[in-house]
């Protein structure tokens, strides 16, 4: 039980640090938060439930006002912004990884591709559906138009999900007991 | 301190969280409802009447934190003046731009601990059992406690890679950095179980 709950309280915070962060360049020196993927590797180390949780924690922090997400923002008023698609879909994405990056390890095949496929099902894939249907809903456009503007971020998001891979991959190497949880 | 409760105080930081948060609630239905320019300029005027109301500083400190809305606020405006509903595109990021600063006022005149005070309460009324509110409490205290930490140790890591790198450091962080939260969790599970007598 403590391990659980110091688990998901450490990764919330860890989350939390990658935002905060700035410095972390990927690929062609385009500076990106880290933060989706913090949320990824919730859910593709601590697994569906208790990725979720981890990031349910971070973002309850947010609405009590912590500066918590990319770049120093919080407070309630980030629920009423136009990204609030992004934040409702965030444990949802942390969610669906864990699920699938278990699913599919079991199924077999290379460990490196499934996390990294199930990275992209939840951290991409899930996180603009809500995404946009949230940009369309705080600023009253239709949903292509809104799939076209949020479009511009989807490469950044396809690397990190390569990333979270190939994190997952070293982490599960260095600590392998993290799985029996 | 890792907060966004402004140290001016107004005369809102003495209202009740509680109240305060149902109004924002009942705010954020009201506004939805109206689809008129005038009325939904005039609330956006009347939000920042309540900013003005905690002094000049204050409410240029509330402005500030609207910042990150402002590429949004120009995309729309452009985006319906070109389609020419640019009255529907007024009323859109009136909205939005008094939603967000409500919720923020709310946030910048209510301290921490209450804002906690009030979850809880919350939480009690739905009869979650104390094990489970507990259990909350401690882990928002050891986020609040460990982002600092996490952040000190992302800067050394990053430190400590200059010093051996000419590049800058990259995503290869990440990896030690989430090590380094995974073996914390380890380690303060092991304090807790140690001196809490179970959570």
Same mark, same amino acid.
């Given at each position: 039980m403590e391990r659980s709950l110091t688990l998901i309280a450490l990764f919330a915070a860890l989350i939390a640090a990658l935002g905060l962060i700035p410095k972390f360049d990927l690929a062609g020196g385009v500076p990106i938060t880290a933060q989706s993927l913090g949320v990824m590797l919730a859910g593709?180390?601590? %697994?569906? =439930? =208790?990725?979720?949780?981890?990031?349910?924690?971070?973002?309850?922090?947010?609405?009590?006002?912590?500066?918590?997400?990319?770049?120093?923002?919080?407070?309630? %008023?980030?629920?009423? %912004?136009?990204?609030? %698609?992004?934040?409702?879909?965030?444990?949802?994405?942390?969610?669906v990884t864990g699920w699938a990056t278990r699913a599919w390890a079991r199924a077999g095949g290379a460990r490196v591709l499934t996390t990294t496929l199930a990275a992209l099902l939840g951290g991409v894939v899930v996180l603009y559906a809500f995404g946009i249907v949230g940009f369309a809903m705080v600023t009253d456009r239709s949903f292509a138009a809104s799939a076209a503007i949020m479009g511009v971020f989807v490469p950044g998001d396809v690397i990190k999900a390569v990333l979270a891979g190939f994190i997952t991959q070293a982490v599960l190497r260095a600590r392998p007991d993290l799985v029996r949880g | 301190m890792l907060s966004l409760t402004s140290e001016r105080r107004t005369i809102w930081h003495g209202v009740p969280a509680g109240p305060k948060l149902l109004a924002l609630l009942a705010a954020t239905v009201v506004f939805f409802w109206i689809e008129a320019v005038l009325p939904m300029l005039a609330c956006a005027a009347g939000v920042a009447a309540l900013y003005l109301a905690g002094g000049f500083a204050f409410a240029r400190q509330g402005a =500030?934190?609207?910042?990150?809305?402002?590429?949004?606020?120009?995309?729309?405006?452009?985006?319906?003046?070109?389609?020419? +509903?640019?009255?529907?595109?007024?009323?859109?990021?009136? =909205?939005? +731009?008094?939603?967000?600063a409500l919720a923020n006022l709310v946030t910048m005149t209510t301290r921490l601990q209450d804002m906690l005070d009030r979850v809880d309460g919350a939480l009690a009324l739905l009869r979650l059992p104390a094990r489970g509110r507990r259990r909350l409490a401690v882990a928002v205290a050891l986020v609040i406690r460990f982002t600092p930490v996490l952040m000190e140790k992302g800067r050394a890591l990053a430190l400590a890679w200059r010093a051996r790198s000419a590049r800058r450091p990259g995503w290869r962080l990440v990896l030690p950095f989430a090590l380094t939260a995974l073996d914390d969790a380890d380690r303060v599970a092991d304090a807790l179980r140690a001196r809490s007598g179970g959570l």
């Open positions: 593709t180390l601590l %697994g569906a =439930r =208790r990725g979720a949780l981890a990031v349910l924690l971070f973002l309850f922090l947010v609405a009590l006002g912590l500066p918590l997400l990319a770049g120093g923002r919080g407070g309630l %008023g980030v629920f009423a %912004g136009p990204t609030v %698609g992004f934040l409702v879909g965030f444990p949802v994405a942390a969610f | =500030r934190m609207l910042a990150p809305i402002l590429p949004f606020v120009a995309v729309i405006l452009a985006w319906h003046w070109w389609t020419g +509903a640019l009255a529907q595109g007024v009323v859109i990021v009136a =909205r939005m +731009a008094a939603l967000v």
